[in-house]
């Protein structure tokens, strides 16, 4: 169940950055006309390097989660044919779930630091 929830999260998580990575402009203005309220080519960068290295950190959290659901589900198969059963440690299943849970969180918070560059150019509006 936790696997479901942190595999959902990571989803949106990771469709609202790729949806913020297809709509960033490459230079970010302001609609005010006093030119300290446009971005400099610094934080346009930064916002699109941050946006980048949330969508990775999100994208492998989701692969590993998805990956344990596999084998969770691998292993608890009802099926007649034992070859599909599989033997999946519990220390690398506990490291995955940590390493998951690491990349999500890392990930949400590349992800503020790219919402604050945005809220920086919008707040001088």
Do not use: W
């Not at 169940?1 to 970010?28: H, K, Q």
């Not at 934080?43 to 950190?57: D, G, K, P, W």
């Amino acid at each position: 169940m936790a696997l479901d929830e942190m595999l959902g999260a990571n989803s949106l998580a990771t469709a609202a950055v790729l949806v913020g990575l297809s709509v960033t402009p490459t230079v970010l203005v302001g609609s005010n006309t006093q030119p300290s309220c446009n971005a400099s080519h610094d934080q346009a960068r930064n916002l699109i390097v941050f946006e980048v290295i949330s969508f990775s950190f999100f994208l492998f959290s989701s692969l590993v989660t998805l990956g344990l659901k596999h084998a969770v589900h691998v292993i608890n198969s009802k099926d007649q044919h034992e070859a599909f059963k599989t033997n999946v440690s519990l220390v690398i299943f506990k490291l995955a779930m940590i390493g998951s849970a690491i990349g999500s969180v890392i990930g949400g918070v590349f992800f503020f630091l790219s919402i604050a560059i945005v809220v920086q150019v919008k707040l001088c509006e």
